[in-house]
């Protein structure tokens, strides 16, 4: 009998038809089922699965079609001979732990697992108060818009364009978007050989720090600042220096003379949230070209930026073609979309294309389809619209929620529009990390700030709290129930 291999512990979010067949095809692939003996009949196998015989009649049809079983008069469903055994090589080799085996830990030229970094639980959504940065809340993203694009790109006049290797071009539609609705509404105009895709902020920040960074390479990243920024510059052994930030951004003075590159997030600062000012805008350009300094822009927020008339990116402003200007979708559209893009001199393009090329060619072709799509047939800036709108009453109830519960903790009596967090600070000698374990047990998710410094020893008493993932009724309750775990140290 057969019988013991079909349980199957259900998952409520996918389909029955789905987990059944990928069950029996497990066993089929797997050599577990034997072709000469016959599978449950449809009626049986409802039974031991509790579900209707109408799904397995289904689920057999298909797998009949797909030539994994076959149907014999009278005698039922058997795995067909193509799958007599599974595809797998045996051996009789024991792998052992002796002194022959590699020491791994000698021949690593660099530990990037060693670095401090942002810890985010996976399970976030557990939480009934997830204040955490950079996530979204899932039911308002536009599914049944995605899919329509999904289809589309699918149809006989796309699928032919990106089931194609694209060797190290990107898909012309999305560039074409990215160039002519995007760009533009932070002021730049460029050419499309000026612009390539890639696989998030992240990724573009790699490809740059490997082209451009080595030991003679003076760094400049902000700080607090973008921690995965400076772990990555310091990756490829640059010299890197941390700039301070205050109320008006990056500090711009003789401290960045002798740096050939300044990173900076000037639109909303990582983590604190402020504006780069007019002055400090113009005296960071004047110095690029004095000192022969490239600045490397990240606008990783600029679509969902909540401003009325926000400021232009420095890049809409360079005349001299000294600023490297990211983008990310992950913001605008879903974290985990991974697709970013980056403008910059065409010459340096070039060498970022060619690169990527030995990294990994391009992003995948149909994800960037798919977003052009989203682009062009208007989803996006109807999502983007409606995104604005939640997100300002939420910056609107985590406010009034901050002013009535922790006004003392304010870095800034004016927080931006443009931001999904805020920055505070707790009273010294409170240490914050301890105070998310704390606020843990009681199913509140925050983030501790001292992950922000890179120095030796950083401030412990900083924390941030996002609301772009947490629903706008929670901000407030969320926020009290904090009060008390804060009260307890």
């Known amino acids: 009998m057969l019988d013991h291999y079909f349980f199957i512990t ?3 979010e996918r389909t029955l038809q789905e987990q059944i067949r990928e069950h029996l095809v497990n066993l089929i692939l797997s050599g577990k089922l034997p072709f000469n003996q016959s599978l449950p009949s449809s009626r049986r196998l409802a039974q031991l699965l509790g579900v209707s015989r109408n799904t397995i009649v289904l689920i057999y049809e298909s797998l009949v079609d797909s030539g994994f079983i076959e149907s014999r008069a009278r005698k039922g469903y058997f795995v067909t001979h193509s799958f007599k055994s599974p595809e797998i090589i045996s051996t009789d080799m024991v792998q ?10 000698k021949r690593f030229q660099k530990k990037p697992s060693t670095e401090a970094n942002i810890i985010k639980p996976n399970k976030w959504q557990s939480f009934e108060y997830p204040f955490i940065y950079g996530q979204i809340q899932h039911e308002f993203f536009p599914l049944e818009l995605w899919r329509d694009v999904a289809r589309k790109s699918m149809s006989g006049r796309w699928n032919r364009y990106w089931l194609n290797d694209m060797v190290d071009t990107d898909d012309p539609i999305l560039i074409e978007q990215i160039r ?24 573009s920040l790699y490809l740059l720090a490997n082209l451009l960074c080595n030991s003679r390479i003076r760094m400049a990243v902000e700080t607090p600042g973008f921690r995965d920024a400076f772990n990555i510059f310091s990756l490829f052994d640059s010299q890197v220096h941390q700039q301070p930030v205050d109320q008006h951004g990056i500090i711009i003075d003789e401290r960045l003379h002798n ?37 490397i822009e990240d606008d990783y927020d600029a679509e969902i930026n909540m401003k009325l008339h926000p400021k232009p990116a420095l ?97 800034s009596q004016e927080i931006s529009r443009g931001v999904t967090s805020v920055w505070l600070k707790a009273p010294e000698g409170v240490n914050t990390e301890e105070v998310s374990w704390a606020a843990a047990r009681k199913s509140i998710l925050m983030e501790p700030g001292a992950i922000h410094f890179s120095s030796a020893n950083p401030p412990e008493n900083f924390f941030r709290l996002g609301f772009s993932s947490i629903a706008n009724h929670k901000i407030e309750p969320g926020i009290a129930a904090l009060k008390q775990v804060f009260a307890q140290f």
Not at 266 to 293: I, Y
């Open 96 to 105: 052992k732990k002796n002194i022959h085996s590699p020491v791994w830990s």
């Open 180 to 203: 002519t609705r995007l760009l533009p509404r932070r002021g730049i105009h460029v050419d499309p050989n000026e612009i390539i895709i890639t696989i998030g902020t992240q990724n």
């Open 10 to 12: 259900f998952d409520p």
């Open 315 to 411: 890049k809409a402003n360079d005349e001299h073609n000294r600023v490297i200007y990211i983008g990310s979708m992950s913001k605008s559209i879903s974290p985990g979309l991974r697709v970013g893009y980056m403008v910059a001199d065409e010459e340096l393009i070039s060498e970022i294309r060619a690169l990527r090329r030995l990294m990994y060619r391009h992003p995948p072709v149909n994800n960037q389809r798919q977003l052009a799509l989203f682009l062009s047939l208007g989803y996006y800036d109807t999502y983007l619209r409606k995104m604005r709108e939640i997100n300002a009453s939420k910056l609107q109830r985590i406010v009034q929620s901050i002013y009535r519960h922790f006004p003392e903790m304010l870095t």
């Open 259 to 295: 740096c050939d590159y300044v990173y900076t997030t000037p639109s909303n600062q990582v983590p604190t949230g402020v504006e780069l000012s007019d002055e400090r805008r113009q005296q960071l350009m004047a110095m690029a070209v004095e000192q022969d300094m490239i600045v």
